[in-house]
């Protein structure tokens, strides 16, 4: 079992930049994946990115060069670095870890952008 708490949303201006945290307790942290997801109202939830256990990362194209994932695995805590933002990286935004089949999801953290 891993439970999942996200921090660090809020209001940011267009342009500006947050950095949302996933702490994780429970297991083996550094055996999972880590995913970021994020759901806008209305809309389905969509992948953001990916940090490996290997620390590969990987991004969606709508961030590619705005976000950058990250890891500590001392710290159990996977992080997203958001820059630049835009209006429609308006969301709730999830962490997930997983191994195989297995999935873990955290409860959300809200990230409004907006003048």
């Known amino acids: 079992q891993v439970q999942l708490v996200e921090s660090g949303g809020g209001l940011v201006q267009p342009g500006g930049s947050l950095r949302l945290s996933c702490a994780a307790s429970g297991s083996i942290f550094s055996r999972y994946h880590m995913d970021w997801y994020r759901q806008a109202p209305g809309k389905q939830r969509e992948f953001v990115a990916r940090?490996?256990?290997?620390?590969?990362?990987s991004y969606a194209d709508s961030v590619k060069g705005r976000f950058t994932i990250s890891r500590d695995n001392a710290k159990n805590t996977a992080n997203l670095q958001m820059n630049d933002l835009k209006p429609e990286d308006t969301a709730v935004y999830y962490c997930d870890a997983w191994i195989g089949t297995t999935n873990y999801w955290g409860q959300g953290t809200q990230v409004t952008v907006s003048s």
């Open positions: 940090i490996t256990s290997g620390g590969s990362a």
